[in-house]
């Protein structure tokens, strides 16, 4: 009778991982992409980007969940 408990708990266990890790598997599809394109020539320095004023990169953004 008590091994029998035993198998039950660990098969209850068993499910409940398996549904968990469904869940947290499911919780890391992003519903936005973001691709950043850069114009040429290509700076070696990042303050060239953030002072500028030409445009020297863009982000494309792309919703997945619709």
């Known amino acids: 009778m008590y091994i029998w408990n ?5 098969q209850r266990l068993l499910i409940f991982l398996v549904l968990w890790v469904g869940v947290i598997g499911k919780a890391q599809v992003y519903p936005v992409q973001v691709t950043p394109v850069f114009n040429t020539p290509y700076s070696s320095s990042i303050s060239d980007y953030a002072t500028s004023m ?13």
Do not use: N, P, S, Y
Not at 6 to 10: E, F, M, N, R, T
Not at 54 to 66: A, P, S, V
């Open 6 to 10: 035993v198998k039950k708990a660990i």
């Open 54 to 66: 030409d445009i020297k990169m863009r982000l494309l953004i792309h919703t997945t969940d619709l």
